[in-house]
């Protein structure tokens, strides 16, 4: 699980969300993971319009140094105006807004039935600062900030924007929807290693594809994050404090 998580946290970032605008490659030990969105960084053009309620579904799956792909993983990304919901096999994540500066997440985990919710408090305790405008186009400020603007393409979809980049962390090249606003291709290459990230599908939104999500978790059990250190004996809360480490959320504690 964790493994995958990491995966995904390279690729979109953060998160989708959760692997977006409040998530960080956490192999940059020199970068303050928990300052997020007061970057001023420009983004390129045709990115950060106006974003229209969506269902999109991704596939996403790496290549090892060994030349071998992973086993590829569904995501499904579901944006409505104050909601983003990211969900894959193993667990779920959701970014709720509350008028512009006010903000709660949650990580719904399938296996244990169990939901960890970060309160706006918690999030501000935490140095989290949500940076709204990146979690609703499912990527990062930082990363788009390396991108420069190539060729425009024509996609089954309509036109699209070819975005690269190349640095000492590996090479970039994004494929993007201005009209869906949506990253339709998003590749990584770092040495001999490969990730990528690939729109299968949109639908259009619906409420009832919310209710049905909230339905399923209705009977999950919820803990509050900020009780975290009350339960550290407790292996599950070891296991998603391992995931906040991971995204830069918290020290390494050594559990």
């Given at each position: 699980m964790l493994?995958?998580?990491?995966?995904?946290?390279?690729?979109?970032?953060?998160?989708?969300?959760?692997?977006?605008?409040?998530?960080?490659?956490?192999?940059?030990?020199g970068h303050d993971h928990r300052k997020t969105a007061t970057s001023a960084t420009a983004l390129p053009d045709g990115i950060g319009t106006d974003a229209p309620p969506v269902v999109a579904e991704y596939r996403l799956r790496s290549r090892g140094t060994d030349g071998k792909w992973s086993a590829p993983v569904t995501l499904r990304f579901i944006?409505?105006?104050?909601?983003?919901?990211?969900?894959?096999?193993?667990?779920?994540?959701?970014?709720?807004?509350?008028?512009?500066?006010?903000?709660n997440f949650e990580r719904a985990f399938h296996d244990e039935r169990r939901i960890v919710e970060y309160t706006s408090g918690e999030l501000r305790t935490l140095g989290i600062a949500p940076d709204w405008d990146m979690l609703r186009v499912a990527l990062d400020r930082r990363t788009l900030g390396a991108l420069n603007t190539g060729s425009r393409l024509r996609g089954k979809d309509g036109d699209l924007i070819r975005y690269r980049s190349t640095s000492s962390h590996g090479d970039i090249v994004l494929d993007w929807s201005a009209r869906q606003q949506l990253p339709v291709r998003l590749e990584r290459t770092r040495g001999k290693t490969l990730s990528e990230l690939t729109l299968t599908r949109t639908l259009p939104y619906a409420p009832a594809t919310l209710a049905a999500i909230?339905?399923?978790?209705?009977?999950?059990?919820?803990?509050?994050a900020s009780d975290f250190g009350d339960m550290e004996s407790d292996p599950f809360i070891r296991k998603a404090e391992r995931i906040d480490v991971m995204r830069g959320w918290r020290g390494n504690h050594g559990h």
């Open positions: 493994k995958r998580l990491s995966l995904a946290a390279l690729l979109i970032a953060t998160a989708l969300p959760g692997f977006a605008a409040a998530t960080h490659d956490h192999d940059d030990p944006r409505t105006a104050d909601r983003l919901t990211t969900e894959q096999p193993d667990f779920s994540e959701t970014w709720r807004r509350h008028g512009d500066t006010d903000f909230d339905a399923r978790l209705a009977g999950y059990q919820r803990i509050d």
